[in-house]
């Protein structure tokens, strides 16, 4: 049986999927100052120029390390809302915050975020920061308008605001967790309550 070969954008896209695993690997495990693109090449299996011919440099590849971080947590947020077939807003913000636990507060992810801060030009952080929040938002933008329209009730203020506060109170309480672990995982889950509280009369 003949085995198809991989087109040269596809063997690209392997490569460069490759490339973001390793690199998640050992940014998270040693740091990102610690690690070299040599480092990265060696564990997924290829050489420097292979990382080199797919990034810019190493702040390149750490932006996109985070943005994919960012994006799988929030695949995974959007998931485990969409499983919830009834319960109301408690339900799914209760399937919200589960989702949430491991990457909110995550000390490793948090420390990336900071070292990958202070190597960065100011405005290439910027604008990639603002992007990455923006797409934040817009996925609980998605997710509480699907969970609203699942439960049957209308949002009970503009959505824009409501994703606004969900992205804000994950966003300062991750960074507090990754400070201070006596910060306990469920208060995930009881803030989100309490803002869908606030919010909206029969959330509870």
Known sequence: MRVARLTRAESQERTRRLLVESATRLFLRDGFGATSLEAIGEEAGFSRGAVYSNFASKTDIGMVVVD?????????????VSRVTGGGPRAWTDALA???????????????????AASAQRDTLRA??????????????????????????PPPADPDLISLAVASLVLGLGVQRACDPDI????VGQLLHLLTGAVHPDAH
Do not use: M
């Not at 990639?128 to 308008?145: E, G, P």
């Open 128 to 153: 990639a920061v603002a992007a990455r929040y923006a797409a934040l938002r817009k996925t609980c933008r998605d997710v509480l308008v699907a969970g609203y329209a699942a439960a049957n009730l």
């Open 68 to 80: 994919t971080l960012y994006e799988r947590a929030a695949r995974e947020a959007a998931a485990a």
């Open 184 to 187: 306990p995982a469920e208060a």
């Open 98 to 116: 589960a989702s949430l636990q491991t990457s909110v507060g995550n000390p490793d992810w948090a420390r990336l975020e900071i070292e990958l």
